[in-house]
């Protein structure tokens, strides 16, 4: 059985990655060297790609409300909506 921090959700939030610190470290590896548009380009694409790796679209709209959660929208532009 799955545990899920979020009632009422699909949504795995619970620990579940084998050897963290090691997964930290590659992703941190991953960015050496980059630009800030390269490193937000890199992000875009492993998204893209854990995105299709799951596939459920009601999964991925889970974990799209969960990372938006608590983040207010940037006013100091006053170009995004």
């Known amino acids: 059985m799955i545990a ?4 009422g959700t699909l949504l795995n939030t619970q620990p579940n990655i084998q050897a963290p610190d090691d997964f930290y470290q ?7 060297d980059l630009s800030a548009q390269q490193s937000a380009l890199v992000n875009a ?7 299709n790796h799951v596939g459920d679209p009601v999964i991925l709209r889970e974990a799209m409300r969960a990372a938006r959660q608590d983040i207010e929208p940037d006013q100091s532009d006053g170009t995004r909506g």
């Open 4 to 7: 899920h921090s979020l009632p």
């Open 26 to 32: 590659e992703l941190v590896d991953m960015h050496r």
């Open 45 to 51: 694409k492993l998204i893209l790609l854990l995105a």
